[in-house]
Structures are given as C-alpha cells and as structure tokens.
C-alpha cells in the first residue's frame, strides 16, 4: 500500500515538449507538495495545495502549472520542456497545512525522473 | 548565505565508529527542525525530529542550539545501513503556512 504515489517514475522527453506527472496519496492528508531535487541535491519547494487550494507558490517559472482536482491528486504539468528542467521532482503530502512539527510531517512520494534531451 | 548548510561530506567510516554531522541555519525564527535520511535514489524519509532539550533515538543523537542556529546529529556505532545522505531540514512560517527548508544534505559511507 503506497502512502504517496506518483507517475511516472522516469520520464525522458524532448526539449519544448509539455509533459504532466501525476501524484496521489491515500493517508488521507490534507495538503500535498511539489518538490524539485536538481543535480545539485537541494530539494525546494514549488508548490503546495491543501483542499485544492494553492497556499505556497514559490518562484516558479509559469511553464510548470499544478492541478488538484480533488484533496487526494495533485498533479503536475510542464510546458515547453528546457534542459534545466531535468531534475528529480517528489510529491508530497502532510495532514496539517499550518504546523510542520515531529506529529505532523511531510511523507514522500518514490519521485519522478525527468530528463529533457 | 544558504538558508540551511551542510558538510556535503562524504564521510567514510569504518563499521562501529562514531559520526557528527552538523548543520547551520538562517532563519532565527524557524520552529521545527528535522532530520531526514534519503537513500541512493529513493525519497527523504523522517529519521527524526530535533527538539531544544536533545533527543535520542537508538543509536541516533540530535541536539539543537537555538541561539548559535547549529543543529547536530550524532550516530554511534554505525552500520553499513546507516550508509545513506542526511539532510538537515528547518521549517520556515511564511505567508501563513509551514514550509520545510532542506539542507543539500551531508552524504555517509559506512565501509566493513
């Protein structure tokens, strides 16, 4: 039984290509994340929802737009694929939006490969 | 300046030593803090969470220094397991709702 579920794991497109991953959790949380690992390993956040709500937008170019259809789905769309864009991205989810204490943390999705050729 | 720094490492250690990571942060007014263990190409998972007073968990030690923003993690003993990147990881309250601030992570290699 996978928490936080993503699809796909890898991805390898083209550049100006647009692509979407898409993410699920079953835990039953409220708020859902996306982050972006790059080669350099640092994990930022880009996105978070609670309820289908956008709460964080951190500076993101317009290219990647989220969708969250429901409070479990969160998904990700990629315009225009660049070279840059290759990175690792997880989703996320966490039951409260407001506190992130040891009772309430972030759970991880496996992660999605993208490399943009 | 980074908002969370790290040693990148790697540290190689032999089975049964003892290693001290540590990690500084920016924000004077971050409320939680974390350490997260991630595997060769897997996700961040909770090791655990860093509380004023220090805490323990097994083999794991981590301490947080409010007033010098320093947050520790200690491993005694350790196992070829253990081998993997720590990522220190602080909470950052803007604009009304919790973010979780990573370090890039201080990478551990546990040799026979």
């Known amino acids: 039984d996978t928490a936080v579920s993503q699809t796909p794991k890898y991805l390898v497109t083209q550049m100006g290509n647009d692509k979407s991953i898409k993410c699920e959790q079953n835990?039953?949380?409220?708020?859902m994340y996306w982050y972006k690992q790059d080669s350099k390993k640092f994990l930022k956040i880009m996105f978070s929802?609670?309820?289908?709500?956008?709460?964080i937008n951190e500076t993101v170019p317009n290219r990647f737009s989220p969708k969250s259809p429901d409070k479990a789905h969160l998904n990700l769309h990629i315009n225009s694929l660049e070279l840059g864009d290759s990175a690792v991205y997880f989703c996320?989810?966490?039951?409260?939006?407001?506190?992130?204490?040891?009772?309430?943390?972030?759970?991880f999705g496996e992660g999605s490969w993208l490399t943009v050729v | 300046r980074k908002e969370v720094e790290q040693d990148p490492g790697p540290f190689n250690v032999p089975e049964g030593a003892t290693v001290a990571f540590n990690c500084t942060y920016s924000?004077?007014?971050?409320?939680?803090f974390f350490w997260y263990r991630q595997d060769c190409r897997k996700e961040p998972k909770l090791l655990m969470s860093?509380?004023?007073s220090g805490n323990e968990d097994g083999r794991f030690t981590a301490q947080l220094n409010r007033a010098s923003q320093y947050i520790s993690l200690l491993i005694r003993d350790s196992k070829l397991s253990d081998s993997a990147t720590y990522l220190c990881?602080?909470?950052?309250?803007?604009?009304?709702?919790?973010?979780?601030?990573f370090g890039a992570g201080t990478r551990l290699a546990v040799h026979p």
């Open positions: 996320a989810s966490s039951q409260e939006r407001r506190r992130l204490y040891s009772g309430n943390t972030i759970y």
């Open positions: 835990l039953g949380h409220d708020t």
């Open positions: 929802y609670n309820n289908k709500e956008l709460i």
């Open positions: 924000n004077s007014a971050s409320q939680s």
């Open positions: 860093v509380y004023s």
């Open positions: 990881v602080v909470t950052d309250f803007s604009g009304g709702y919790n973010k979780l601030i």
